[in-house]
């Protein structure tokens, strides 16, 4: 029975940071993909960032050089670092879970991925 359970949003100002975590239970790390995904309110699903089972990450070019995937190996589990974060940046992050080692094609689809996790709030005013 996989789960996932996110914590670390909040409220930040524009350029402040903040920290995502994602623990997953019911799988390891050497098997699996993880990913962030996002939502705005009236808008699709997207994808933030993601990291394969072989240590490869991917970012979204709009997060790209402001967002890093932390990993704990002691853990599966996937931290998202956010700096210099914009209002735009504002939406409900999730973390997701594909039973792949890879990530699948970019840019990453929500249907390759089949545990979500229950979401976390990030406003940036």
């Known amino acids: 029975h996989v789960q996932l359970v996110e914590s670390g949003g909040g409220s930040v100002q524009t350029g402040g940071s903040l920290r995502l975590s994602c623990v997953a239970s019911g799988v390891t790390s050497s098997s699996v993909s993880m990913a962030w995904f996002r939502q705005a309110p009236g808008q699709g699903r997207e994808a933030v960032a993601g990291?394969?089972?072989?240590?490869?990450?991917t970012y979204a070019d709009f997060v790209r050089g402001r967002f890093t995937i932390v990993k704990d190996n002691s853990k599966t589990s996937l931290d998202l670092q956010m700096n210099n974060l914009k209002p735009e940046d504002s939406a409900m992050y999730f973390c997701?879970?594909?039973?792949?080692?890879?990530?699948?094609?970019?840019?990453?689809?929500?249907?390759?991925?089949?545990?979500w996790g229950q979401g976390t709030q990030v406003t940036v005013s």
């Open positions: 990291r394969d089972s072989y240590g490869s990450t």
């Open positions: 997701a879970v594909r039973l792949a080692r890879s990530l699948g094609p970019r840019p990453l689809r929500t249907s390759d991925f089949g545990y």
